[in-house]
Nanobody, 123 residues
């Protein structure tokens, strides 16, 4: 399995931007579709965005569409989540995950997970 480490979380104000990074080790990310999920306080983990192994296909949750951008740099073995116009409801622990099964919105498709990074948006 690929080992994933997220970074870039923090405390920001509503309307601010934040960029999350996910670095991989042990395996090359170019073999995997990648996803970002989040778990708001007291709620279930939910899908945020996913990107195909080539970067040619991306999908977003309706709640972040138009505000968040997922991207990847296979040469750097990294995936990113650019988050713009942040809202208080974006507050959550954000996880990146790797899938050998292609892009998808269901967490069960993802084989490897990072430890998560906290994003807190104050209103």
């Amino acid at each position: 399995q690929v080992q994933l480490v997220e970074s870039g979380g923090g405390l920001v104000q509503a309307g601010d931007s934040l960029r999350l990074s996910c670095a991989a080790s042990r395996r090359t990310l170019s073999n995997y579709a990648m996803g970002w999920f989040r778990q708001p306080p007291g709620k279930e983990r939910e899908f945020v965005a996913t990107i195909s192994w080539s970067g040619g296909s991306t999908y977003y949750a309706d709640s972040v569409k138009g505000r968040f951008i997922i991207s990847r740099d296979n040469a750097k073995n990294a995936v990113y989540l650019q988050m713009n116009s942040l809202k208080a409801e974006d507050t959550a622990v954000y996880y990146c995950a790797a899938s050998e099964h292609g892009v998808g919105t269901r967490s069960i498709l993802y084989d490897s997970w990072g430890q998560g990074t906290q994003v807190t948006v104050s209103s």
